[in-house]
């Protein structure tokens, strides 16, 4: 007999589980599990016992607390693994969120239902869905660890529907939009890391990280290595791009280039003030001593150059769906866009910007459409110059 249930008190059963011999003393070696209800759900307990045995699946209980593996995972992975800027916000989502909520539950006992009891919460305590989203993310990100180690034999997290995400309206600008800001900009600072923002579709993070060698003026071309964060307490860290495709060279415009010789030399005059060379490992865009520009600081200003410059609002990330946008309806290959954009595959693009599409494809029947009218006016007059 590979297990049995023993009656304790009212209501309460014992499930004995026969685990083999000690390979050391030969003893014999067994697992109890106390189970609170029915004889009949002890009973399914230890069918599904039996079950996991049989597969190499089942897991010894220990009491190991959410809260006390959470905070495992976010020290043994969480930390050496991922960036800081990502490491902060597990941290937040975790103990602000997560830890406060399951805590107190041991890992094992944890079920879909508490997570999806505990999505119905928030959502109706005012969180968004896609908020939900990132939490879902974390929580399944930390119990999947969990199985990878061998301390749960599946993620509960796998069972669990997350609040389906609204895609918000994108906001963009036109070419004459472009203009119109860029004019307002052109007396402050911010003018070629603004023009650049507009004219490449790089990241916040990668313009504020971009170092003079990054840019050959010789090609023409913009190298996209890094990026820049901010963390808590004013931190600034450089980490690598995430992925093989936002490592990219983006094609600069002969305009653009202007832009950035021109503000090269503005940054190597101010130098000579200060009486410190400009290096080709310095920032492209920071402050006259070098210091790196501050994310948050340059949104303010985005902000700030956009109402005086009485444009509809966008944000500063919207400067990268306006440069798209604007190459998609030029009729630009996506692909191109893509590899500008520094979108892991196609399928990415074609998605972010499938308002543009219809257009897209209405120029594409009708382009279609002409070369079979060209044909057949072509068959059409051979035939009648025959006749004649």
């Not at 109706?124 to 930390?142: F, V, Y």
């Not at 003018?191 to 010789?218: C, H, K, N, P, V």
């Not at 290595?225 to 936002?246: D, E, N, Q, W, Y």
Request: aromatic share 8%; with cysteine.
């Amino acid at each position: 007999m590979r297990g049995h249930i023993v009656k304790r008190y009212k209501d309460s059963y014992t499930i004995v589980l026969e685990m083999g011999k000690d390979p050391a003393t030969g003893k014999r070696k067994q697992q109890w599990i106390s189970v609170k209800g029915t004889k009949k759900e002890a009973e399914k307990k230890l069918s599904e016992a039996l079950h996991e045995m049989d597969n190499g699946l089942y897991m010894k209980p220990h009491k190991t607390t959410v809260a006390e593996y959470l905070e495992r995972w976010l020290a043994d992975y969480v930390k050496p693994n991922l960036s800081p800027r990502t490491t902060e916000g597990y941290e937040h989502i975790v103990r602000k969120h997560l830890i406060p909520a399951f805590g107190n539950i041991t890992l094992l006992q944890l079920k879909a239902e508490h997570i999806q009891r505990y999505y119905a919460e928030k959502i109706a305590a005012g969180l968004s869905a896609l908020t939900i989203r990132h939490h879902h993310t974390a929580l399944h990100k930390a119990l999947h660890s969990a199985v990878e180690w061998g301390v749960l034999s599946r993620n509960v997290a796998d069972a669990v529907s997350t609040p389906r995400v609204q895609r918000t309206e994108m906001k963009t600008w036109c070419e004459d939009d472009v203009m119109q800001f860029l004019n307002t900009a052109k007396s402050t600072q911010y003018y070629a890391l603004f023009y650049t923002a507009l004219f490449t579709g790089m990241r916040r993070s990668e313009l504020l990280a971009l170092r003079w060698q990054d840019i050959d003026f010789i090609l023409g071309q913009i190298y996209v290595s890094r990026s820049l964060h901010c963390l808590k307490g004013g931190t600034v860290v450089f980490r690598p791009t995430k992925t093989a495709k936002g490592r990219r060279a983006i094609a600069l415009s002969p305009k653009g280039f202007i832009v950035l010789k021109e503000h090269r030399e503005k940054c190597e005059a101010e130098r000579i003030i200060l009486m410190t060379p400009l290096e080709d490992d310095d920032l492209v865009f920071c402050h006259t001593d070098g210091r790196p520009l501050l994310p948050n600081t340059v949104t303010h200003a985005w902000i700030k150059i956009s109402k005086r410059s009485g444009l509809k609002h966008i944000r500063l990330h919207d400067a990268r769906h306006t440069h798209a946008s604007i190459m998609l309806k030029q009729e630009i290959h996506p692909k191109i866009v893509q590899e500008r954009l520094g979108h892991a595959n196609i399928a990415v693009t074609l998605d972010t910007y499938s308002h543009i599409a219809p257009g897209l494809q209405k120029a594409a029947a009708e382009r279609f459409d002409e070369a079979f009218t060209n044909k057949y006016t072509s068959i059409e007059n051979e035939a009648t110059d025959k006749k004649r």
